[in-house]
């Protein structure tokens, strides 16, 4: 009989919590419709409940009516869409995770101070959107160990007028970076280490900018390897975090799968497995796990094995015009 061990911590974080209850709050309070700006968060279940509240999910601010209430998704937008936002007649909440926040604060400050920016992240991402838009020039991405071989430090980056760059091509420059807050861990140090070799005295951020969650739910991951021959991961395929999770077990050789929830479950997968690891992202809610733990016993499964690790006490204050409601 195959056993299941559930990854601890697993699901939602402080930051995703704190999005989802700003919606939540704010439907409450204004009513509906209630406009974000992208999904709140990279969840199908979470979205579509909210989508059935009254809550409208659009890419574009024109589409949003003087007057609305609107919603920065927790991902963050670029300094273009506030001011945008700002310029027009909408209730404005933003619901942008507080880490995400900590790390454009490190892009406008590095960016004043004259630095050549990297952003180590996911093209199209729009985490990185977010971030790469909170300077009017001087930003690099990259995405692989090779990408840093490619980078040019006297071309025009994101944002930059060529014409500028030229005329300061004759000045020493300056070369920080910055992550994605939801990266693999591991696959951001080869990064670093790469980006440190090419541009020795590069200047990275005090600590880590990937987030707690995103590391702690990669490290219960890992501590899972070598106990299972199976993992499961609970996340919607836009989930960044949770592609990571999936890839952490694949690259250590184990099989696994990232579902939306039970009915993604293709019970061949099981066949010849006897311990089956579960985890989610940090925008899976419990509720799915839960459904995918009475689908796996359906199919045969029986013990659970609830598996402990780091004590996760963070907590995201929400904005004060909705605290009193």
């Known amino acids: 009989m195959q056993t299941i061990l559930l990854a601890n911590p697993r699901g939602f974080c402080a930051g995703v919590e704190r999005a989802i209850a700003i919606v939540e709050r704010a439907l409450e309070q204004f009513g509906a419709p209630i406009y974000v700006r992208h999904e709140v968060v990279h969840n199908r279940f979470v979205v579509d409940g909210l989508k059935a509240k009254g809550a409208?999910?659009?890419?574009?601010?024109?589409?949003?009516?003087?007057?609305?209430?609107?919603?920065?998704?927790?991902?963050?937008?670029?300094?273009?869409?506030?001011s945008e936002a700002a310029r027009r007649d909408f209730k404005l909440f933003d619901a942008t995770c507080p880490l995400v926040t900590k790390v454009h604060r490190e892009v406008q400050r590095l960016h004043e101070q004259g630095y050549q920016i990297v952003m180590i992240g996911h093209k199209g991402h729009p985490e990185?959107?977010?971030?790469?838009?909170?300077?009017?020039?001087?930003?690099?991405?990259?995405?692989?160990?090779?990408?840093?071989?490619?980078?040019?430090?006297?071309?025009?980056?994101?944002?930059?007028?060529?014409?500028?760059v030229q005329s300061k091509a004759s000045e020493p420059q300056k070369f920080?970076?910055?992550?994605?807050?939801?990266?693999?861990?591991?696959?951001?140090?080869?990064?670093?280490?790469?980006?440190?070799?090419?541009?020795?005295?590069?200047?990275?951020?005090?600590?880590?900018?990937?987030?707690?969650?995103?590391?702690?739910?990669?490290?219960?991951?890992?501590?899972?390897?070598?106990?299972i021959d199976l993992l499961l991961v609970v996340g919607s395929q836009t989930s960044s975090n949770s592609n990571r999770l999936r890839e952490v077990a694949a690259n250590a050789g184990i099989a696994a799968y990232l579902v939306d929830g039970a009915?993604?479950?293709d019970p061949a997968w099981l066949a010849g497995k006897t311990r089956i690891g579960l985890t989610a992202g940090a925008s899976a809610p419990e509720v799915l796990?839960?459904?995918?733990?009475?689908?796996?016993?359906?199919?045969?499964?029986?013990?659970?094995?609830?598996?402990?690790?780091?004590?996760?006490?963070?907590?995201?204050?929400?904005?004060?015009?909705?605290?009193?409601?």
């Open 263 to 265: 009915e993604q479950i």
């Open 176 to 227: 920080a970076y910055v992550t994605q807050t939801t990266l693999s861990v591991d696959d951001a140090a080869e990064i670093v280490a790469a980006l440190r070799l090419r541009f020795p005295g590069i200047v990275g951020p005090k600590k880590d900018d990937i987030c707690y969650a995103t590391q702690n739910r990669q490290d219960a991951v890992k501590a899972m390897i070598g106990r």
């Open 289 to 325: 796990v839960d459904g995918v733990v009475e689908r796996l016993q359906e199919l045969g499964a029986g013990q659970v094995a609830r598996l402990e690790g780091v004590a996760e006490n963070v907590n995201f204050p929400l904005p004060k015009e909705l605290l009193s409601f």
């Open 128 to 164: 990185v959107e977010g971030t790469m838009g909170q300077a009017s020039g001087g930003m690099h991405l990259v995405e692989t160990v090779a990408d840093v071989a490619l980078l040019e430090p006297g071309k025009a980056g994101v944002g930059d007028d060529p014409k500028v």
């Open 56 to 82: 409208i999910f659009i890419e574009n601010l024109a589409d949003v009516p003087p007057g609305a209430t609107l919603i920065f998704s927790a991902h963050g937008v670029p300094e273009s869409v506030r």
